[in-house]
């Protein structure tokens, strides 16, 4: 096998509808490509996919999932206001550690989504990728 990159990630959600609006409107993510049971949001990178719960044979509930949704952000404080000013949970507020700001909110179907703003104690390390901490 030899992949090249993540092309996207797919998360069974309960209300499509619901979904693409937390996302596209509250998120800021752009939609790329949308169809009846499928649509595609983001420009670059990774794509994030949702496709509605009713189609899949989903197990458990989501914060069961072990799936986390990470967003590298320029101002983590910023972030989460602007999130608290639109009635999005909170799921864990800012904790500062070496590798940066980190808070946790959740999307309508209980999905955690880290909002991640990294230090950088050498403006290179700018670009050699995500250097998150999880939702813990």
């Known amino acids: 096998m030899n992949i090249k990159k993540v ?8 209300d499509l509808d619901k979904s693409i609006q937390f996302y596209n409107e509250i998120i800021g ?10 649509v595609d949001l983001g420009t670059s990178g990774a ?10 044979e989903q197990q458990g509930n989501a914060l069961e999932s072990g799936i986390t949704i990470g967003f590298l952000v320029g101002d983590v404080q910023s972030a989460v206001d602007e999130m608290k000013e639109k009635g999005v949970n909170i799921h864990r507020d800012i904790v500062e550690k070496d590798a940066g700001k980190n808070a946790v909110i959740s999307d309508p ?6 909002l991640f703003e990294p230090s950088f104690s050498d403006k290179a390390e700018q670009t050699s990728g995500y250097h998150g901490f999880t939702p813990a």
């Open 7 to 14: 092309g996207n990630v797919i998360l069974a959600v309960k």
């Open 29 to 38: 993510l752009p939609i790329k490509n949308q169809r009846r049971t499928w």
């Open 47 to 56: 794509l994030l996919s949702l496709h509605p719960a009713s189609l899949t």
């Open 109 to 114: 179907d209980g999905y955690l989504i880290s």
